[in-house]
């Protein structure tokens, strides 16, 4: 097996292993919402859909840098991821003002967990990409990294897609 071959094995075993982890902890929200149901007043959907769209505009950037090689498309990606992490911050900070914090149960402990797993994978996915720009620096051209970067990034997006799913728009 070459060099390519095993990097593209690693980050399939890497996502198998997230998707392992997040099916577990969708599988305890989903059992503790049973256990304490609110209504969604809470929740403020049109700082979702912002998020959704940045998260599919980082998607969208990652496989443009893919198929054109510009660095500009990873400083939007990024500058996007940030946006992004301070709209994920802005709703801890609302629920916090509300005493709904990772305490106050087993359905906030596994939603705040979730979001903030989520949210590391961001952080991941911006060192991710200031990679990428120090690659470039000293002129490596890696094909592999780059499309590990843009599947990284469609995962990020397919689980928040599925977040979004189980925990804002159950009934």
């Known amino acids: 097996m070459n060099k390519i071959n095993k990097k593209i094995l690693g980050?399939?075993?890497?996502?198998?292993?997230?998707?392992?982890?997040?099916?577990?902890f969708f599988l305890?929200?989903?059992?503790?919402?049973?256990?304490?149901?609110l209504n969604n007043k809470f929740y403020n959907y049109r700082i979702i859909l912002i998020e959704t769209i940045l998260l599919l505009l980082c998607s969208f950037l990652s496989l443009k840098y893919l198929k054109n090689n510009k660095k500009k498309y990873i400083f939007l990606n990024i500058f996007f991821s940030f946006i992004f992490l301070i709209l994920e911050?802005?709703?801890?900070?609302?629920?916090?003002?509300?005493?709904?914090?990772?305490?106050?149960?087993?359905?906030?402990?596994?939603?705040?967990?979730?979001?903030?797993f989520h949210a590391f994978h961001?952080?991941?996915?911006?060192?991710?990409?200031?990679?990428?720009?120090?690659?470039?620096?000293?002129?490596?051209?890696?094909?592999?990294?780059?499309?590990?970067?843009?599947?990284?990034?469609?995962?990020?997006?397919?689980?928040?897609?599925?977040?979004i799913f189980i925990i804002y728009l159950k009934k």
């Open 11 to 24: 980050i399939w075993l890497f996502f198998i292993t997230d998707c392992i982890m997040f099916l577990c």
């Open 28 to 37: 305890s929200f989903y059992l503790s919402k049973n256990i304490f149901f």
């Open 89 to 116: 911050y802005k709703d801890y900070i609302h629920l916090k003002k509300l005493n709904l914090t990772n305490n106050y149960n087993n359905y906030f402990s596994n939603y705040y967990l979730i979001i903030f």
């Open 122 to 163: 961001v952080i991941l996915s911006i060192f991710f990409s200031l990679n990428i720009i120090f690659i470039r620096i000293i002129k490596f051209n890696f094909k592999v990294i780059n499309i590990m970067y843009s599947l990284f990034w469609h995962f990020i997006h397919i689980i928040w897609l599925c977040l």
